[in-house]
């Protein structure tokens, strides 16, 4: 039999080196990877609507700060689309709320340059299809109708294809004209 060598049995274990500095490289290699995830948006969550240049929340907004449509979308009661609020409505309250926040800097330098933001459209009718909001509003139809549950969303999506189907079904619904004139001048 042969003597136990304690020594050699304790170098077996190391004779690859310490362990922490491959887990520090892993460590390294995993936390670039998850930034470049982040970088480009690659994670992005499935049911959220297209990124918009300044990340605007409609469900801090209209759900928890419980502020109309109307207030930001002035044009809907009097014109055929409801309208990007200008920027100067943004800054009705981001003057003295929340001011330092990144994106609101952003967008404090786009009023200052007189740049407007170009935002990702999210709904639309083609263009053969003569629509407008007024008339809609006027008749006390919802927002939430056509466009879904917008207060609890934080990036818009789409809810419904506006495709002649939709509308004919709203209109028999609500017991109003599907003549075709209405909608194709």
């Known amino acids: ?35 470049v995830l982040v970088l480009f948006n690659l994670p992005y969550p499935a049911g959220l609507g297209p990124r918009q240049p300044i990340p605007f929340s409609h469900r801090v907004h209209a759900h928890t700060k419980r502020i109309s449509c109307l207030m930001c979308h002035t044009e809907v009661a009097r014109s055929s689309r409801a309208g990007i609020p200008p920027l100067e409505t943004c800054l009705l309250c981001h003057q003295r709320i929340i001011r330092t926040f990144p994106y609101i800097e952003k967008l404090r330098q786009y009023f200052r340059e007189n740049r407007p933001v170009v935002w990702q459209r999210v709904n639309w ?38 495709e002649m189907g939709f509308c004919i079904g709203c209109h028999k619904r609500n017991k109003a004209t599907h003549d075709c004139f209405t909608c194709h001048r």
């Open 1 to 35: 039999m042969r003597p136990r060598d304690d020594a050699a049995e304790t170098n077996k274990g190391r004779a690859r080196g310490p362990l922490w500095p491959t887990l520090a490289a892993l460590a390294v290699i995993l936390l670039a990877f998850v930034a």
């Open 125 to 162: 009718v083609p263009e053969f299809v003569y629509f407008t909001h007024s008339m809609h509003i006027r008749r006390g139809i919802d927002c939430s109708i056509c466009h879904g549950d917008v207060e609890r969303m934080d990036r818009v999506v789409t809810a419904h294809k506006f």
